[in-house]
């Protein structure tokens, strides 16, 4: 089966611009996650959506962060305006069906970097 | 909120040890904890994971034990080889068979470095 896609794989913008990155997760997957990996940590859970609904974005910076996740399928991740503590890598992760025991299979993630 | 912690942050064997990576929780709520390996550059990937109605579980070189009373849990690689170097990270979730969780909250990673 496909993998969950991400893209842009790179992405350098100066502070105070606007990204958009894009996730496909794997076909069939109710559940999507967002997470941010600052560089040396681990990830930490931006948003969470179950079918296009939002479960949980309590630590979505909601002031700079979107998301949505329109006809349940793919997810896009807006940073407006972008800040220097925004550079890390950014993970798509998808579950068929979220609190399962199921494995959360991430994406390649997109390495932001912001000047 | 859940509060993950993971020590040693760097760990160097030679090839053919033991390593030994512990991780704590602070929900006593939660009840999955897979542990993720992540190579440079690359995505994180599952490598072995223990449900709380289960004390040990083995997977060929890799092993991981839970302690409830504790919160506390570990993995355990034997016979390491070059090819286990990497980071790995210990998660943690609350998960009930379909419902809103499964948000996993992660530690902060050890790099493993294994000389051949």
């Known amino acids: 089966e496909a993998g969950v896609a991400q893209s842009p794989r790179y992405k350098i913008i100066e502070k105070r611009q606007s990204v958009a990155f894009w996730c496909n997760p794997i076909?069939?997957?109710?559940?999507l996650y967002w997470y941010q990996q600052i560089l040396g940590q681990g990830p930490k859970l931006l948003i969470q959506?179950?079918?296009?609904?939002?479960?949980?974005d309590s630590q979505l910076p909601k002031d700079r962060f979107s998301a949505e996740r329109l006809k349940g399928v793919d997810s896009t991740l807006k940073i407006q305006p972008a800040k220097l503590e925004d550079s890390a890598v950014y993970l798509c992760?998808?579950?068929?069906?979220?609190?399962?025991?199921?494995?959360?299979?991430f994406g390649p993630g997109t390495r932001l970097t912001v000047l | 909120g859940e509060n993950v912690e993971q020590h040693p942050s760097t760990l160097s064997v030679q090839e053919g040890d033991s390593a030994v990576i512990k991780c704590t929780y602070s929900?006593?709520?939660?009840?999955?904890f897979p542990w993720y390996k992540q190579e440079l550059g690359k995505r994180p990937q599952l490598i072995i994971d223990?449900?709380?109605?289960?004390g040990e579980k083995k997977d060929q070189r890799i092993a991981v034990t839970l302690n409830k009373t504790a919160k506390h849990f570990s993995l355990h690689i034997t016979e390491t080889q070059p090819e286990d170097s990497a980071v790995y990270f210990c998660?943690?979730?609350?998960?009930?068979?379909?419902?809103?969780?499964?948000?996993?909250?992660f530690g902060q990673g050890t790099i493993l470095t294994v000389h051949p």
């Open positions: 992760a998808s579950v068929p069906l979220a609190g399962g025991w199921d494995e959360q299979f």
């Open positions: 076909s069939g997957h109710a559940t």
């Open positions: 959506f179950q079918n296009n609904g939002v479960v949980d």
């Open positions: 929900d006593s709520a939660s009840n999955y």
């Open positions: 223990i449900r709380s109605n289960v």
């Open positions: 998660a943690a979730s609350k998960n009930a068979g379909g419902t809103s969780y499964g948000k996993l909250t």
